[in-house]
Structures are given as C-alpha cells and as structure tokens.
C-alpha cells in the first residue's frame, strides 16, 4: 500500500550552476554541480537532467556516481546558454543509511544569472543553488 511506502526527506544534498572559465575554449560557461553537505557519503547516485518549456525540449541526460563521499561534491554536466532560457529539472535519486532517497531540483527559466550569484556549500566557488 502507497501509505505504508516510507519516502525519507533529503536534506543537505544540493544542486548548483556555477560559472566557470573553460581553459581550453578559453570562455566562461555554466557547469552543473551535485552537492553532499552531508555527514555520510551518499552511494549509487542517479541524476536524470532535461530541460523544457511549452514548445522546446531538451534529450534527457543521465548521469551517474558510484559514490560521493561526505562534504564533496562532483559536476554533473557542461549547460548551454540557450537551454537556461529554458525551465531544467534535475531528478537525483541516492541510496544512504540503507534506504533510496529522491529529490527533484529545478532552475527557472532564466533564473541561472550572474546577478544572482551567491556563495555555495562545501564549493570554494560562487554560483546558484537550484529549488
């Protein structure tokens, strides 16, 4: 029965766009970043990431970490300019302490600008957290 399924919260598991010189295209770009500002490292991590809007699409993208150890975190992929015009979605699903955890993350159509660049956890860099 769907009433006794036990669906854990996520709390300190974060996603962030962060802005970023690409040496050897030499231009600032967006990366997408998972944050573990746990106390435990998180196992099996799934992110499924696609970008939409009423009449645009993006493919659906799926990344995948063995581990992330606690207070770390990894990038997850390279974000166009042109898809931020767009409303994207990260789906991150986790095992941890022996159960499945999941969490959808979003970024707001134009919402990922350098004026709203704030600082992040555990990263030593500015950038946006997703909601």
């Known amino acids: 029965m769907k009433k006794d399924i036990e669906i854990p919260k996520v709390e300190d598991i ?3 766009a962060v802005r970023e010189f690409n040496e050897e295209f030499r231009a600032e770009e967006w990366n997408v970043y998972l944050i573990n500002n746990r106390h435990a490292e998180i196992e099996m991590v799934l992110v499924v990431a696609r970008g939409k809007s009423a009449k645009k699409e993006t493919s659906v993208m799926r990344h995948k970490l063995e581990k992330l150890p606690a207070h770390s975190f990894a990038k997850i992929e390279f974000i166009q300019d042109e898809v931020l015009q767009l409303d994207n979605e990260y789906l991150v699903t986790f095992f941890a302490e022996n159960k499945m955890y999941e969490k959808k993350f979003s970024f707001k159509k134009n919402s990922v600008s350098l004026s ?5 956890p555990v990263i030593p860099k500015k950038g946006i957290l997703a909601k």
Not at 116 to 120: A, E, P, Q, V, W
């Open 14 to 16: 974060h996603v962030a």
């Open 116 to 120: 709203r660049i704030g600082d992040l």
